[in-house]
C-alpha cells in the first residue's frame, strides 16, 4: 500500500472513531499541556529542558498507550470501554515511559550529529510503541524489532511522517507568531492542546503502517 492510501485510510478512521478519541485523549492532553506550562512559568526563561521532558514522560505514555490499545481493538471490531483503556495504559506506563526516553535520548543525539541521523532513528523507531504496548516487548527488544521492521521500509515511514508533522510544524510556527505564549497564557495553552491533540493522527498513521508491515509474509515468517 502506498502513502497516500495509508494517509486516506487512516484519515477516515480517525474521522470516524473521533467521538471516542477525544474523551479517551483530549483530557490527558490537556493536563500534559496544562503541567508544561505551569513548569515553563515556574521556571522561567532560563529553565533547564530536562522538565519538559519529564512532564512528557509522566503523561505522554498513558494518553498514547490508551489510543494505541483502542486502535488495536476497533481494527478487531471491539468497543472497548474508555476507562479500561486507561487502566490498561496506567499498567504499561513504567516500560512505556523508559522507552520514550530512550527514543527521546536517541532522537536528541541524532538531531545534534547534523540534523539526518535524528530523523533516520525516529523513522527507525517509529514502530517501537506498538510492539511494546500490542506484543508486551521490552523496551530494548521493541527498539531492535522496530529497526527490523523499519529496514526496507524507510521512505514509505518517513513520508507518511512528514506529510502528517510537516503541516503540524508549519501551523504551530503560525500559531505561535500569531499569539505568542507571554502574550496570553490561556490561548497558549488552547493551542498547544490542539496541536498535540492533532499529533494523534501520526499514532494512527502509523498504526496502520506498523499493521500493513508486521504482517507481511517475509515479516510473520520472521516473527515465528
Same mark, same amino acid.
Given at each position: ?6 494517509? *486516506? ?10 467521538? *471516542?478519541?477525544?474523551? #479517551? ?38 494518553? /498514547? ?34 522507552? /520514550?526516553?530512550?527514543? /527521546? ?65 508549519? #501551523? ?27 499529533? #494523534?493522527? /501520526? ?22
Amino acid at each position: 500500500m502506498n502513502p497516500l492510501d495509508v494517509l *486516506r485510510d487512516s484519515f477516515y478512521f480517525f474521522q470516524r472513531n473521533l467521538g *471516542r478519541i477525544v474523551p #479517551l485523549c483530549l483530557p490527558l492532553v490537556v493536563f500534559e499541556a496544562l503541567l508544561q506550562q505551569l513548569v515553563d512559568h515556574s521556571q522561567g526563561p532560563q529553565a533547564f529542558p530536562g522538565y519538559s521532558v519529564i512532564v512528557g514522560l509522566l503523561v505522554y505514555p498513558l494518553y /498514547t498507550a490508551a489510543l494505541i490499545l483502542f486502535l488495536d481493538a476497533r481494527s478487531r471490531g471491539e468497543n472497548p470501554r474508555t476507562r479500561d483503556l486507561l487502566a490498561a495504559s496506567a499498567s504499561l506506563w513504567p516500560r512505556f515511559a523508559l522507552l /520514550t526516553a530512550v527514543n /527521546t535520548l536517541l532522537i536528541l543525539i541524532g538531531l545534534s550529529l547534523y540534523f539526518l541521523p535524528g530523523i533516520w532513528l525516529m523513522v527507525m523507531l517509529a514502530f517501537a510503541e506498538y510492539l511494546l504496548v500490542l506484543r508486551n516487548m521490552q523496551p530494548l527488544a521493541a527498539i531492535r524489532e522496530s529497526m527490523r521492521l523499519a529496514r526496507g521500509n524507510f521512505l514509505r515511514i518517513l513520508v507518511c511522517i512528514l506529510c502528517v508533522m510537516g503541516p503540524l510544524w508549519l #501551523l504551530k510556527g503560525a500559531s505561535l507568531s500569531i499569539y505568542p505564549e507571554s502574550q496570553n497564557p490561556a490561548i497558549a495553552l488552547l493551542l498547544e492542546s490542539i496541536h498535540s491533540f492533532l499529533q #494523534l493522527f /501520526t499514532s494512527v498513521v502509523l498504526f496502520r503502517l506498523f499493521m500493513l508491515i508486521s504482517e507481511a509474509p517475509d515479516n510473520t515468517e520472521g516473527n515465528a
